[in-house]
């Protein structure tokens, strides 16, 4: 029986987990990896999972003295961790670690494009790691006994692990039990690259017979209540906006003369998504109140420069539904001096691993 | 013609005018005159021809030597009653009201009361003159002691009422202990001794004509009236025992009066983290402990965030608090045991009530005989917090949907007779209920699943019947019987955890006293408990497991089932009293769990011995015994757990004295040792989901607890508590040792409170506690489902923080009017706003961490009134 106790720290928690000292995840400092798609979320048995990642180096050493861009990440996938024991991550990296070290201690970047002999390991900017067949077939009698008893259907579970350096990738002695042994050194000095310059993640994929899921779909995004970027530069672009890099029109505003950020003016961006096109129900979870839950949906904001208000927004809740309709997405702020062309990435996430993304693109004065 | 022999009827010596010690904080350190020598009026002659009875009520006027200076009749009863007591009353002699120990002069008010009563006798025929009579008249004097101590016990009221019929005298103990009544007419008497604090006393004395009867009487402390016993096991099966007395429960700075949250301060607690209102007893886990109301098992006893518990401190009658080494009649946990007793409603006839109300909730409570219901009592209470008043906009500032804010309330109704002298049945409904619901519309980025619909309800309610019957003058029945249901009802996003049980319990013991100095206890303790559960959530990660990474990232588990847990128990233990002051108590207790059909025997043995009777008094105390405790349901679950594993086990020892070191002050000084051995732990299984659970974990906890108190007088009462200790567990043999959780190295705490005068009561309290202990993160790595960091978890539990310490004042302004009473305080909460540290927060990649600091300073305002 668990205790209430056990249970009200964690509700204070969640209530008081808005707003602290730290600089918000959403403000981009450092090389940061935003979001890692599976084409296919709930990949079946036997088939393929076609990954990639959305990162952005916003690292000060990504930068030479002129605000020139001086360095291209190395990216690497590692896979091939399956029903890892108690399904959890760490439980792979014995695996892994093998796995690496066969590669040689010092792999350095392949030529782009090579493809490792061993197919699970990858320095492309892409990755596919081939499902087995028997992924669920693998697991224990007794474990797949459990889920019989629970009334959920049976998956596999794979772990896809990927990293991205500023340097180059080296294996080092793993120093905790759920930290990976890898390490990002300077290609030129050697030295050991902090976590400025270097992100580790991990992708759980669960494998069913028969349940699917997609990945949510983003129809557009709102600045200030209107669609935005939708227009090409090559139509002209409508006052108080100009063309911006990616051959878009793209919105103009000034950088906040303000000395406090609270008191800078205000931007309203949402991205735009329809109910009927991205609601699923949680088929994997049995009925609660004799309803099947509906799928988790919510939105992570990242920006380049300027400030955000929210992080995050919730967009569809399992028992609520859709919480979309009046919300209003994030509110930016640009940042107190002119910084160009600035980007705000919206990532949209399901609670059963699919993903999706778009940016608004800003040019602050 | 008949002669009307004469009783001296009810004497009540009621209060001081100027004031009374007890009960008015604002003449702190006066002490009211004692009636030392009592004379019998003569019944006048007109209301003895007309068989009538009168109460006059006299104003005495009483000088600092203890004679009667001045008789005033405030309200006369005529028939020449007036006259009479006015007569008697001037040959009374006290011994004088005292202020801070000087003698002084006094007015009182003072009640005589002539009874009329017929007699067969002498005087029926001859006609003797009541000047005749006084010369055959006898003398009963008495000493009151402390148990076994034999220290005198001043203020102890003392009713002498004649066995045939007619009202008592009443008198009170004087600071040797003694009192007396000279002018007695011979005969059997009833002799009622009571002191707050104490049990009661009640035999009948013979007294002859013309001689002088001494007697000594023992009250053994106990569980009655306004003394509430905090720490030891119940007498007589205690290895400790210590006594707060009510007047200290309602007035510990930083409780808000609250009884069961003043357990906090007492040495071998830990002090809980943050706003969880936990129990930590001597190095053990929360759930390692258990607590009882009446007898009876309740999953919880704080509301929300401890800010109060669920039963109102005026309805404790007692509060059994065992740290360890505790009597066979408890089990199923290695840690401690509460077990809070509820007092028996007010037997005068008249209802009571008390509303009070502060900040944070406002309760009623009323007591009295039950209408329509001869020789029923009840006594019922209600209380409702309105945390949602202020919490609700607050939460919807925040950005978060508010469906129910957050609110508790619970209730209590018990009502009481007496079938028999002998027996006593009793039948209580009380429960509790915390619930909030909330839509989170920007949930963390930290775990975003953790957003959406959050709702939390707990709850309880209890029906039970408690039966006593002295069934013998040697065999004793004690029974209490209870059928409730618990509620646990949590969801956030896509995850729930939904469990319901109806809990019957029975505990049944009959007590067998074959000699004097031996008693035999054996009885059953049965639990059986339905339970429906519903629950999606992933496998949480076990204390000083590393992260396992955001919810939404981890597989969640399903279970949805009914069953039932039956532990049924017996014990039998024997109290024996080998030499003068010596105890010996062993027992054995067999405990059977039906969900991993196992058996546990556990012996026990606990021994006292007092080696100085006389003051300064001093006691040695020692026991040893087996504790076991069955697995918890989710570790035997097939899903969550592992079916089959066993009790964990714990063997207790402890040793100690208790030293007397003046009249007011005591030291004790206990030494503990527990050793754990079975304990559960688990690791992930090699190929799949889930985890397998064994008994291979163990460790330790070993520590020191002192305590040195003032115990309460007129003005003052405080203590020092101080704790040393350090629990450890080992998850597997061949692991490295690592301090538990819950590991507090030192927790010394500090109390006091002081009465002003003229109402105003003064407290505070000081605490000083070994920070707790954190597993750090030395890293994160990104979660692509979650979109955010999972935290690379260090050694677990390696992590000491910065030591607590925190200043809490109280102030108390009371008004005693005729019929009620007024009272206001004010509890400031963190006076000097320390930033106590009590968790690290991290940044979202846990590369950059700060201190989480617990609450600030927080005054809070209440008034409450008594009937």
């Not at chain 1, 990002?184 to 992100?199: A, H, I, M």
């Not at chain 2, 009874?115 to 006084?134: I, M």
């Not at chain 2, 609250?258 to 002090?271: I, K, S």
Request: aromatic fraction near 10%; charge should be neutral.
């Amino acid at each position: 029986m668990l205790r209430r106790a056990s249970l009200l720290p964690l509700s204070f928690a969640i209530l008081t987990s808005c707003g602290n000292a730290f600089e918000p995840a959403s403000s981009i400092q450092s090389l940061r990896i935003l979001a890692v798609r599976n084409e296919e979320p709930y990949t079946p048995p036997g088939g393929t999972a076609s990954l990639s990642l959305l990162y952005f180096d916003g690292s000060r050493r990504a930068f030479d003295a002129q605000g020139n861009r001086k360095r291209k990440p190395q990216i690497l996938w590692l896979g091939g961790c399956f029903n890892p024991p108690g399904d959890l991550y760490y439980g792979c990296f014995p695996i892994l670690a093998q796995l690496f070290a066969s590669r040689g201690q010092s792999p350095g970047a392949p030529p782009p494009g090579e493809v490792n002999p061993l197919e699970y390991i990858s320095f492309n900017e892409t990755f596919q790691l081939k499902i087995p067949k028997d992924i669920i077939a693998r697991r224990p009698p007794e474990e797949l006994d459990v889920f019989q008893t629970q009334g959920i259907p049976p998956y596999g579970l794979s772990y896809v692990f990927f990293a991205v350096c500023g340097g180059e990738i080296r294996p080092v002695p793993s120093e905790t039990p759920s930290g990976l042994p890898l390490g990002c050194f300077d290609k030129e000095t050697n030295e050991r690259l902090g976590e400025d310059d270097f992100v580790i993640g991990y992708l759980p994929i669960y494998s069913f017979e028969k349940i699917t899921n997609k990945n949510p779909v983003i129809e557009g995004v709102q600045f200030e209540g209107v669609p935005a970027m939708n227009r090409p530069c090559t139509e002209g672009c409508a006052q108080g906006s100009r063309c911006g890099s990616q051959g878009v029109c793209i919105p103009v505003i000034p950088h906040c003369t303000e000395r406090k950020v609270d008191d800078c003016p205000t931007y309203k961006i949402k991205p735009v998504l329809m109910q009927e096109k991205n609601v699923e129900k949680d088929e994997a979870a049995p009925p609660f109140n004799g309803r099947i839950p509906d799928e988790v949906i919510w939105a992570s904001f990242y920006a380049s420069d300027g400030t955000l208000k929210n992080d995050t927004a919730l967009i569809n809740d399992a028992n609520k539904g859709w919480v979309f309709h009046d919300a209003e997405g994030t509110r930016w702020s640009a940042p107190n001096a002119t910084a160009g062309e600035s980007r705000v990435w919206i990532v949209v996430r399901d609670n059963r691993g699919g993903t999706t993304w778009t940016w608004q693109d800003i040019y602050v004065e | 013609m008949r002669f009307y022999s004469l009783t001296i009827a009810t004497i009540a010596l009621v209060v001081l005018v100027a004031a009374r010690a007890e009960g008015q904080p604002g003449q702190a350190g006066l002490q009211p005159p004692v009636l030392q020598q009592f004379v019998e009026a003569d019944y006048p002659p007109e209301a003895k021809e007309k068989k009538l009875e009168g109460v006059v009520i006299l104003q005495l006027e009483i000088s600092a030597e203890g004679k009667v200076t001045r008789v005033t009749v405030v309200n006369p009863a005529g028939h020449g009653f007036d006259e009479a007591a006015v007569e008697a009353a001037k040959k009374f002699v006290f011994q004088p009201a005292l202020r801070d120990g000087k003698p002084i002069a006094s007015k009182i008010p003072f009640k005589y009361t002539f009874s009329w009563k017929p007699t067969e006798g002498p005087g029926d025929k001859q006609g003797d003159k009541p000047v005749e009579q006084k010369a055959k008249r006898a003398i009963l004097r008495g000493e009151v002691q402390i148990g076994n101590s034999r220290e005198p016990l001043q203020g102890a009221r003392v009713r002498v009422t004649p066995t045939g019929g007619g009202a008592g005298v009443e008198l009170t103990t004087n600071t040797n202990g003694t009192w007396e009544l000279s002018e007695l007419a011979p005969g059997k008497y009833r002799v009622e001794v009571e002191a707050p604090g104490y049990q009661s006393l009640e035999v009948v004395e013979e007294v002859e004509t013309g001689q002088a009867t001494e007697v000594i009487y023992r009250l053994q402390a106990a569980n009655q009236g306004f003394e509430v016993v905090i720490k030891g096991e119940r007498p007589p099966r205690e290895v400790t025992k210590r006594t707060i007395e009510q007047r200290e429960l309602s007035r510990i700075p930083g409780t808000n009066g609250d009884a069961l949250r003043a357990l906090q301060n007492l040495p071998g607690v830990a002090r809980p983290p943050g706003l969880a209102g936990l129990l930590i007893v001597r190095g053990s886990a929360p759930q390692d402990t258990q607590i009882f109301v009446g007898g009876t098992l309740v999953p919880l006893v704080y509301h929300f965030g401890g800010l109060s518990s669920v039963i109102p401190t005026e309805m404790i009658e007692r509060l059994d608090f065992y740290p360890g080494n505790f009597s066979a009649q408890y089990g199923r946990v290695t840690g401690g045991i509460v077990d809070v007793g509820i007092r028996s409603p007010k037997s005068d006839g008249k209802y009571h009530g008390l509303i009070q109300a502060d900040f944070i909730d406002a309760r009623v409570m009323a007591e009295g005989p039950v209408p329509f219901l001869k020789n029923w009592m009840f006594i019922g209470g209600a209380r409702r917090s309105y945390v949602d008043v202020w919490l609700k906009p607050a939460l919807e500032a925040a950005g978060a949907g508010v469906t129910t804010a957050p609110v508790y309330y619970d209730y209590q109704l018990f009502l009481e007779t007496r079938p028999t002298n002998n027996s006593q049945v009793r039948i209580g409904l009380y429960g509790s209920d915390d619930r909030l619901e909330i839509l989170i519309k920007n949930p963390a980025a930290q775990d975003p699943t953790l957003g959406g619909d959050l709702g939390l309800r707990t709850g309880f309610w209890r029906l039970q019947a408690e039966y006593k019957h002295q069934l013998t003058d040697r065999l004793r029945l004690n029974s209490v019987l209870a059928y409730g249901y618990n509620t646990i009802n949590f969801n956030v996003g896509a995850l729930y955890f939904k469990l319901d049980t109806h809990p019957v319990t029975n505990r049944l013991e009959f007590s067998y006293k074959p000699d004097k100095r031996v008693t035999l206890n054996v009885g059953q303790d049965i639990l059986y408990n339905p339970y429906d559960i519903d629950l999606r959530a992933p496998q949480p990660p076990r204390p000083g497991e590393p992260d396992s990474g955001p919810f939404v990232t981890r597989p969640p588990r399903v279970v949805k089932e009914s069953g039932s847990l039956y532990q049924p128990a017996a014990f039998a233990e024997a109290e024996i009293l080998p030499t003068e002051g010596g105890r010996l108590v062993p027992g054995v207790r067999l405990d059977y769990n039906k969900v991993n059909q196992s058996w546990d025997f556990s012996p026990r043995f606990n021994a006292r011995q007092i080696v100085r009777p006389q003051f300064p008094k001093t006691t040695l105390k020692g026991g040893i015994g087996v504790f076991q405790q069955p697995p918890q349901p989710q570790e035997t679950n097939p899903v969550f757990g592992t079916p089959g594993i066993r009790s964990s086990r714990s063997i207790h020892y402890t040793f100690g004295t208790e030293q007397q070191i003046t009249r007011q002050v005591d030291l004790s000084v206990e030494g503990f040792y527990k050793q754990l051995d079975n304990l559960v732990s688990r690791s992930p299984n090699i190929n799949g989901t889930g985890f397998t659970y064994s008994n291979q974990g163990s460790g330790y906890v070993v520590g020191g607890e002192f305590l040195l108190r003032y115990r309460p007088d007129a003005r003052f009462f405080g203590w020092l508590a101080y704790t040393l200790s350090r629990s450890t567990r080992r998850a597997r043999p061949g692991e490295p040792l690592n301090l538990f959780q819950y590991d507090q190295t030192h927790i010394l705490t500090t109390l006091g409170s002081y009465r002003l005068g003229r109402g105003w009561e003064f407290g505070a309290r000081f605490r000083v506690v070994s920070g707790p202990l954190d597993t750090p993160c030395v890293g994160g790595i990104y979660s692509g489902a979650a979109g955010s960091y999972a935290c690379i978890s260090g050694a677990p539990f390696s992590e000491r923080l910065p030591t607590f310490h925190q200043l809490d004042l109280r102030v108390d302004k009371r008004w005693d009017f005729q019929t009620w009473k007024l009272s206001l305080y004010l509890d400031i909460l963190n006076v000097y706003n320390r930033g106590n540290v009590e968790s690290l927060d991290y940044n979202y990649n846990f590369t950059k961490r700060i201190y989480q600091t617990g609450l600030p300073i927080i005054p809070s305002l209440g008034i409450r009134g008594e009937m």
